[in-house]
Structure formats: C-alpha cells, structure tokens
C-alpha cells in the first residue's frame, strides 16, 4: 500500500504531458531565433542521452564516464552506413544505435565484477580507447579532422536546418521517453531498482545481476548511439572533440542535478545541465580574465553545482519538485506551518 502511495506522488497529470507536447510542438512557429532552436536540438538530444544513462546510473546504480564513447559510436556508425554504405539514414540511426548497444554488452562483460569507483574509471578508459581509435582509423573516420555527414531526408524533404531536425529529434524524444516509462514500469524495471537497492536482496528473489546489468548497459549504450546519430545530423560534421571526456561528465552531472532513479529527473537535469554553458557565457564578462579565460572553469562549475546537489539536494530537481507538492498538498497543515503556530501560542 505504502508503495503505490508513493508511486501515484510520482505520476504526472496526463493534462500536463499535452500541454509540455502541444507547446514543444509549436515552440518552431512562435520562435524565430534560429539559435534558440538550436539550443532546444540539444535538449533533445541530450535529454535521449540522459534518460539512457538513468538506466545505468540512476536504475541499477552502474557509475559510468563513458557515455560520450556511445555517444561517438553512434554518431559515427550511423554517419559511415549512411555514407559509405548507401543505407538510408532512417534504417542507418536505429542499426547505428544497435552499434552502441553490441558494443556496450562487450564493454559490460568484463566490467560485471567492478562497481563504484573502479567501473567509473574503467569506463573512462573505454573512452579514451574510442577516442583514439576514431583519430587512427583515417580510412573510414578521417581522423582528427572530422568527417562531414550527410543530411537525412524524407522524399523532398532534407533535415539539414534546425527547425526540420527539431521535429525529427522531438518525435524520437517523444518515443523513446515512452518507451524509457514502459521499461521503468515492467518488471525488467523492478528488477534494476531492486539491483541498485540491494544486490544481496535482489539474488534471494531469483534476480540475474549478470542478465540485468548487461541489458542497463545495452538499452543505456543504444539510446546514447541514437542520440549520437541525430547530432551527427544536427551538426553535419562531427569530429572526435564532440566526444571527450566532458561530455561524459555532463551527462554524469545530468543525473545527479536531475535526480538519479527518476526518468522525469532525467530529462531535468538534460534541460539545466545544456542551458548551463550560456548561463556561464553570460557571467563570464563581470568575472576576472584570470578565471574567465581558464579552460577548467566550465568542469570547476560542473563539479561545484554537483557538490551542492550531492550535498543540500540528494534528490537533484525531481525531488524537490516532489517535496513541493506534498508540501503544498498538506499546507497549511505542513510540519513548518504547524510548528509556527505552535510557537504562537
């Protein structure tokens, strides 16, 4: 009883998911900066990344700093069986996003045994292997130079401008985010929640740790190759300085601003963690030239903002909102409401 109670707290007004959509929908017809539907691209983008990684991370509690290596293989995979293989980009995503979840059952094998620390550094070595491995291969990835990346397109229609890739980008944003809710309410769900609460737990109710960690780390690796594949499109050109080590560090900040284990926190820590960069841009003219100048003052933000979330807001965003509404369900009857009175009397 006590957990359909907190269940139906976390549900969302089916009223509000039709406005957030009927106003995503409109959003390119009432905005006429091209660089704001830029921005709003990378949401997406990043918000199909972010609720990839919520598997890994915030379900079965898996740290990783390689989702930008996904990522990568992803845009890359999809970009060389558009080009060099003749395949339509409509069948080259998906195949591309099958990339990135093969490639990350290999990577999740022999990271089965670690946890913590040690699978987040053996990630971030992963990453650095995918990495150089782009700069070598010259013959297929034209190494540190880049690769330029043909357009997807539909008949007449070319997604080769921001407002037609926002539709694309939205309406996959759209699926896989029902999908991601799906899977969260399946069993195979239950069964990565109980994995990131107890291992111990989770083996005496008949739960494969092996079977279960190995499919976080597939369906968090191919929604990672999906997003990697609509930025190469979004971009037309992707070089292998689209996928170092920060970003990876983003979208680990993502889930702890967010809030790790709620796919809706998921997407908030995707939309604060992309719009951060400009919020920094803007400061960046009152700060010294010292620091303003400093390449690590946007990894030193990063970390900052996580240690305060860590530390005043384990629950990142999601949960406060959650406190919110059970505040102002219960008001004025709230702890604080009654403790005040009481001091009136």
Request: proline letters at 6%; aromatic letters at 6%.
């Given at each position: 009883m006590e957990k359909r109670k907190q269940d139906k707290e976390q549900e969302i007004n089916p009223w509000w998911i039709i406005f957030v959509l009927a106003v995503v929908m409109i959003?390119?017809?009432?905005?006429?900066?091209?660089y704001l539907i830029y921005m709003a691209n990378l949401i997406g983008i990043a918000i199909i990344g972010s609720v990839g990684l919520n598997f890994l991370m915030g379900y079965t509690g898996q740290i990783s700093l390689g989702h930008a290596a996904f990522i990568a293989i992803g845009a890359y995979s999809t970009s060389l069986l558009h080009i060099k293989a003749g395949i339509t980009f409509w069948i080259a995503l998906p195949l591309?996003?099958?990339?990135?979840?093969?490639?990350g059952l290999?990577?999740?094998?022999?990271?089965?045994?670690?946890?913590?620390?040690?699978?987040?550094?053996a990630t971030m070595g992963f990453g650095f292997i995918i990495d150089e491995a782009i700069v070598f291969w010259k013959v297929m990835t034209n190494g540190a130079e880049g690769m330029l990346v043909k357009?997807?397109?539909?008949?007449?229609?070319?997604f080769n401008n921001d407002r037609s890739n926002y539709y694309l980008i939205y309406i996959l944003v759209i699926v896989l985010v029902y999908f991601a809710k799906n899977i969260e309410d399946s069993r195979i769900g239950r069964a990565f929640i109980a994995i990131r609460d107890s291992e111990e737990a989770a083996q005496t109710t008949g739960i494969s740790l092996l079977n279960y960690r190995l499919l976080a780390f597939a369906v968090s690796s191919f929604y990672a190759g999906i997003a990697g594949g609509l930025l190469a499109n979004l971009m037309g050109h992707i070089s292998p300085?689209?996928?170092?080590?920060?970003?990876?560090?983003?979208?680990?900040?993502?889930?702890v601003i967010g809030g790790m284990g709620y796919l809706w926190g998921a997407i908030l820590g995707a939309i604060f963690i992309t719009i951060l960069p400009e919020a920094i841009r803007f400061i960046k003219p009152v700060l010294?030239?010292?620091?303003?100048?400093?390449?690590?003052f946007a990894p030193f933000i990063y970390g900052l903002i996580m240690i305060f979330f860590m530390i005043f807001e384990s629950h990142g965003l999601y949960g406060r909102?959650?406190?919110?509404?059970v505040y102002w369900k219960l008001f004025p009857f709230n702890p604080k409401q009654l403790k005040k009175r009481s001091r009136w009397k």
């Open positions: 959003l390119p017809l009432v905005i006429q900066s091209k591309g996003g099958v990339s990135a979840a093969i490639i290999i990577v999740g094998i022999p990271c089965l045994r670690l946890s913590g620390l040690y699978l987040a550094i357009r997807a397109s539909l008949g007449p229609l070319v300085e689209n996928f170092n080590l920060l970003l990876s560090i983003e979208y680990l900040v993502m889930q010294p030239e010292v620091i303003a100048t400093n390449q690590g909102w959650l406190k919110i509404k």
